[in-house]
């Protein structure tokens, strides 16, 4: 690993997937047909690395199989739902298939550019033709029409007139929507007309960067599915995702029509303590220091405003904002703000505290929860060595730490959608649950086993423990679960877990060429696969839980299972390791008492048939065009909500606060009122959750269930002393 001369701490990969019109750059500039002077060198130093075994968990040379993949990722990155190009275009395209992979090679990135030149020329004429048919008269909705939304596995459009006759289904589908949320004609017409013609401004605003990114992000998917290019904007976007701070103002910008608003001000941060900001305030010039230029940045991407409003802790910068209730051609207000580092406490680990009453196997618990959304760690900040920097397990810690004071029965650690993040942080969060012992082994491209241990004695929690996953834990969070699992230290429960079992580490591409900035970007390249202390990969298969959940996506749709090109499961030898527990005698007690319990649950009813419910739909592909059908359908789900409020008041539940807001508007994010968008995300974070409260309850019955029955509890736990000492 030293001698690679890459970040000292491994990454294990974060989902950051971008549409494209969210890449761009201000400008609108056109796409030239030969390649930079720097994309010339990116391109050559990523397939360096790419195709050596030194570097590459799995090295990929350039052969005809390579150059049809760069091309068929490419095509589904510019055009994946086949509705701006047509079979014609792609015809042309595919002249070039053969030798796309001598093209990054070489860095010769002419073909990618034309091809990504016609598809924003393509974009244009489709966003016309939509925008041209909202004066026609093609929206009467009594037929039986039907939009086939997911058109990914479809073949390509034969000509204009099939791509016409999409596009008119598409149009009438956004327009019934807001013709079903109670809007009038010339109010759908305005909004579909803003819609498009945002649409079209967003993609014309795409440039060479945008290009060249996605040209190389096909080719490091063609190695593997977690092997990414970040050019150096995205670098930066990648390094604040996992260090959880920025260097700013302290807000959460989003575009609306052609202007900058503050959707959410950060707690802490600059914005937030001059007072003089409001969610829905417009930003309509950025000024640097005290005296520099005003830019007036109405129009321009938000990368390129926020970029503008960014700076190092320290500096100032100037806003000219026009606050939210006046109109937009109001005199801006100017507001000067030093800028600081800010923490983003909304993505750290929070806690919470479920009282289960008493039951058929005893008295009542109180179970605490630990909600952790990611394995974030501010790399920099830890190594400074000045104490003061975010981490996973710091964080987990300190809780842990007041849930000791607050003597709780047992701790849920929910994994739920935390794709994985630091696998220093995962090693280390494992090591509060067991003492020392090895947690992961890590095996790189020439074959050698590395193991990676905590080291720290003692625990910070050495009670019950039980781990919440669905489909969406990934990477490093199936280390932890799979680490307790393996230990016998915790109860892990939900769904089986996404199947991500590789490693993945940043190289620095401007260390080569030794740049004074940041010109080349950053490879988040697949080195090592890991696996459990037992020799288990969690690779494709996942970690299979204790007690099972209903799958709430189908894993043949969403898993690293579905990937074309991922890495088998397989194992390798085990290594010596504590086993604390054996809770497989325990687990048909706990079922049962799990199948009584949610047979009596109404939530979790609720919540099996709004799944199932879902995956029905999703399975269709579809959307009906006949409006009585859809208002039907928008009927039966608003008596549904109102039913179940009244029910939920009958059995004394909370209400679900997002059954008033949960009527399709019609509308996307970037066109409601900011106070509208945010009052929908917060009513969503607040609804009840009765999986959660589910895997408390089975925690709290194996406590009991141990608490009661000695013998039990000798088997389950024959270590009596140390973390996992269950029984008090």
Do not use: C
Not at 443 to 448: A, F, I, K, P, V
Not at 513 to 534: C, D, S, Y
């Amino acid at each position: 690993m030293k001698a690679r001369q890459v970040l000292s701490t491994s990454v294990v990969a974060l989902a950051l997937a971008m549409p494209l019109a969210l890449m761009a750059r201000s400008g609108g500039d056109a796409i030239p047909a030969g390649p930079s002077t720097d994309h010339a060198t990116t391109s050559k130093l990523v397939y360096g690395l790419l195709s050596d075994s030194r570097y590459a968990y799995r090295p990929r040379g350039l052969d005809a199989s390579l150059s049809q993949d760069i091309f068929r990722r490419y095509l589904e990155a510019l055009d994946g739902n086949k509705l701006f190009l047509d079979a014609a275009d792609v015809a042309r395209f595919r002249r070039h298939e053969a030798t796309l992979g001598e093209a990054v090679r070489q860095g010769d990135t002419a073909v990618a550019m034309e091809m990504y030149a016609i598809y924003k020329q393509r974009v244009a004429e489709r966003v016309q033709y939509a925008r041209d048919l909202l004066g026609k008269d093609i929206f009467d909705f009594e037929g039986d029409e039907r939009w086939y939304y997911d058109r990914e596995d479809a073949e390509w459009a034969k000509d204009q007139a099939e791509l016409d006759a999409l596009w008119q289904k598409s149009v009438r589908n956004d327009w019934l929507r807001l013709k079903l949320a109670g809007k009038e004609p010339a109010e759908i017409r305005a909004t579909l007309d803003k819609r498009y013609a945002n649409m079209a401004t967003s993609v014309a605003q795409l440039n060479q960067e945008d290009a060249f990114q996605t040209f190389l992000n096909a080719y490091t998917a063609s190695i593997d599915p977690h092997t990414d290019y970040f050019n150096p904007r995205t670098a930066d976007l990648f390094t604040q995702s996992m260090s959880l701070s920025l260097e700013g103002i302290g807000a959460q910008l989003q575009k609306q029509d052609d202007v900058v608003v503050i959707r959410e001000l950060i707690p802490g941060g600059p914005a937030a303590g001059s007072g003089k900001f409001t969610p829905g305030d417009r930003i309509v010039g950025v000024g640097q220091g005290t005296s520099g230029p005003m830019e007036d940045v109405i129009g321009w991407r938000i990368d390129d405003v926020v970029d503008r409003i960014k700076g190092k802790a320290g500096s100032q910068v100037r806003l000219d904002v026009v606050p939210v209730e006046a109109l937009l051609d109001s005199e801006p207000v100017r507001i000067t703000l030093t800028r600081a580092k800010v923490r983003l406490e909304e993505q750290a680990a929070k806690s919470k505290v479920i009282d289960i009453p008493a039951g058929p196997t005893g008295d009542a618990r109180r179970i605490g929860v630990i909600e952790l959304p990611a394995f974030y760690q501010d790399f920099e900040g830890r190594r400074s060595r000045n104490g003061d920097y975010a981490s996973a397990t710091r964080d987990v810690a300190r809780i842990l730490g007041e849930f000791r004071g607050k003597g709780l029965d047992g701790v849920v650690l929910d994994l739920r959608n935390n794709g994985g993040g630091s696998l220093n942080e995962a090693v280390e969060l494992t090591g509060l649950f067991i003492d020392t012992g090895p947690v992961v082994q890590v095996r790189e491209s020439g074959g050698r086993v590395n193991v990676e241990s905590d080291r720290k004695a003692g625990v910070a929690w050495d009670g019950p423990l039980a781990v919440l996953v669905n489909r969406a834990s990934a990477s490093a969070s199936e280390i932890v679960a799979g680490a307790i699992q393996d230990y016998g230290r915790g109860l892990v429960i939900g769904e089986t877990t996404f199947g991500k079992g590789t490693v993945q580490n940043l190289f620095d591409l401007d260390r080569w060429p030794a740049n004074e900035g940041a010109r080349h970007g950053q490879v988040k390249m697949t080195i090592a696969q890991f696996f459990l202390p037992g020799g288990s990969s969690t690779q494709n298969k996942g970690v299979v839980p204790d007690i099972r959940f209903p799958a709430t996506v189908n894993g043949s749709e969403f898993g690293e299972s579905t990937y074309d090109n991922a890495l088998p499961w397989t194992r390798i030898s085990a290594v010596q390791h504590t086993r604390y527990g054996n809770f497989a005698p325990l687990l048909p007690r706990l079922g049962e008492l799990h199948s009584a319990r949610v047979a009596a649950d109404r939530e979790f009813q609720w919540w099996k048939e709004d799944v199932a419910e879902f995956r029905a739909e999703a399975d269709k592909e579809y959307i009906s065009l006949n409006e009585a059908e859809r208002r039907a359908e928008r009927d039966r789900q608003a008596a549904k909500r109102t039913q179940r409020q009244e029910e939920r008041k009958r059995l004394g539940l909370d209400l679900d606060p997002l059954a008033e807001l949960a009527d399709d508007d019609g509308l996307t994010a970037n066109e409601r009122d900011i106070a509208t968008d945010t009052a929908r995300e917060d009513a969503a974070e607040k609804r009840p959750d009765p999986l959660l409260r589910e895997s408390a309850a089975i925690l709290a019955d194996a406590v009991r269930l141990l608490d009661a029955d000695r013998k039990l509890s000798g088997v389950v736990l024959p270590e009596s002393t140390g973390p996992g000492r269950w029984a008090r």
